[in-house]
């Protein structure tokens, strides 16, 4: 009886090393395919466009006149200023506050102006190749929405691609 007993005791040692010794194993296998699973998200973008930022599709309703007060270039000697109206609006980067919607009119400051770059490469080198937006056209941008004080929103576009 106490040979019983102590093979019991032998074998149940052996089952719980085993289960043990198991499981180990299987949390290790799990850490090393949580880091690989890890490393892959991480150099994926989370978001499809920068943080603050929407694509979107819009027309040039109207395109405001130099502002002499502005000291910068190319806003200095080139018109910068220009109502647009969204017409399709895409994803939007983390931080959006008010996402632009289609039908919404817009005061948007364009970086580079409304010029071709041609022109404004005279006076304000850039290296970027612009067509310039003139009125009624339609173009496709990420526009930078930036919250100010008050809840105010202004709009930014950098680069743009016209569609027609």
Do not use: W
């Not at 949580?34 to 943080?51: F, G, L, R, W």
């Not at 502005?70 to 017409?87: G, L, Q, R, W, Y």
């Not at 931080?95 to 580079?112: E, M, S, W, Y």
Request: charged share 20%.
């Amino acid at each position: 009886m106490k040979f019983i007993f102590a093979l019991l005791r032998i074998l149940s040692f052996c089952f719980i090393f085993f289960i043990s010794c198991k499981t180990a194993t299987t949390k290790k296998k799990s850490i090393e395919n949580k880091s690989k699973k890890d490393t892959t998200i991480a150099t994926q973008s989370v978001y499809p466009t920068e943080p603050g930022t929407c694509i979107v599709q819009g027309y040039i309703l109207s395109i405001f006149t130099i502002d002499k007060s502005n000291m910068d270039e190319p806003c200095k000697s080139f018109p910068c200023k220009a109502n647009v109206i969204i017409t399709k609006s895409g994803a939007c980067g983390f931080g959006v506050h008010q996402k632009p919607v289609a039908g919404d009119t817009l005061l948007v400051n364009f970086t580079h102006s409304l010029v071709p770059s041609q022109e404004f490469n005279k006076v304000y080198p850039a290296k970027v190749s612009l067509p310039g937006l003139k009125q009624d056209q339609l173009f496709e941008a990420q526009i930078r929405i930036k919250l100010m004080p008050m809840d105010k929103l202004t709009y930014e576009i950098g680069n743009y691609e016209l569609v027609r």
